[in-house]
């Protein structure tokens, strides 16, 4: 995947409609939690092959198990088919956080990065927000974990 010219703006005002609220609310909320971070679509191929839209938030260096480190975002927002999906890319003691945040998100189905997730109702707020701000601590530029 590669960063876009696209305005997250201008992709979120194309969502449809009907799912344009929520996508529009989890924009605000990720923003409030994440102050000062960069947030800019991502688009192309994600791991599994699919092709994908994604917000990403705050500019991070991941290292990779084999090859160079990559450029990417330390939290994600996509629009799937049929759910959204929360792609959280910071780890404590070893562990992501959605990992570990998973069990008091609520309604939530949990990957190793991923949470995801029908309406903004199966979320509890909350505890999305504590998950979201330790996420920016642990990858914010003068992160000391």
Known sequence: MDKSAIDPDDYLASVPEDRRATMTALDALIRDAMP???RSVWTGKF???TDQ????????RQSRPRGPD???FAVGLALQKNHV???VNAADGGQ??????GPRLGTVKIGSAAVTFGSLDDLDRDVLVE???????LTSPDATG
């Open 85 to 87: 999906s929360l792609y």
């Open 70 to 72: 990559v450029e990417w």
């Open 53 to 60: 839209t994604i917000i990403g938030y705050g500019d991070i």
């Open 36 to 38: 000062g971070r960069s």
């Open 47 to 49: 791991w599994g092959g």
């Open 96 to 101: 992501y956080l959605a990992k570990a945040y």
């Open 131 to 137: 998950m979201l701000a330790r996420a920016n601590a």
